[in-house]
């Protein structure tokens, strides 16, 4: 008995709708996103964040979730300190504090030189180090916390101005 070869199937024909449509188009490749901290990671950073401060003696540590109000961070911590090198060394160690949480990212810090206001950038995590004269009049915590309006959509140059 012999053995049956196997038969190669037969070339399709292209339909003429598939003819006219021309070559399939490929989809074309999307810039990678910049990777956004998964929730617990913000959490692991921000109690990295407040155990540093409590260390330091900061006073009036308040952490804000400001995910739903603002698109540059999901959490905001303001602090105060005492004086001008204590609000330094607090910034300097919330750093390396949040370097061995694990951020990866380059932190900024903006107002080292200031004497009364100290901005820390950790991505999704933003910390005000303040003097308790510059914290009360800044208020803070009133335009972001959970009492705080929500914004309103104001059209500029539209007529109900």
């Not at 692991?44 to 009036?60: M, T």
């Not at 003097?131 to 104001?154: F, N, T, Y």
Request: glycine share 6%; no cysteine.
């Amino acid at each position: 008995m012999e053995a049956l070869e196997p038969v190669a199937p037969r070339p399709r024909k292209l339909r003429k709708t598939e003819v006219e449509a021309g070559p399939v188009a490929t989809p074309r490749a999307r810039k990678p996103r910049k990777p956004v901290a998964a929730p617990p990671a913000v959490d692991r950073l921000v109690e990295a964040a407040r155990r540093s401060l409590e260390d330091d003696k900061a006073e009036d540590i308040v952490v804000l979730d400001i995910a739903d109000r603002s698109s540059f961070a999901d959490r905001m911590i303001v602090a105060s300190g005492l004086a001008d090198r204590q609000i330094q060394a607090m910034a300097q160690h919330l750093e390396q504090a949040l370097r061995e949480a694990g951020l990866r990212q380059r932190v900024q810090v903006e107002g080292l030189g200031s004497s009364d206001w100290v901005l820390i950038d950790a991505g999704d995590l933003v910390i005000h180090l303040f003097k308790p004269e510059a914290r009360a009049e800044r208020a803070l915590e009133r335009m972001w916390g959970p009492d705080s309006p929500a914004g309103e959509v104001r059209l500029v140059g539209s007529d109900t101005e």
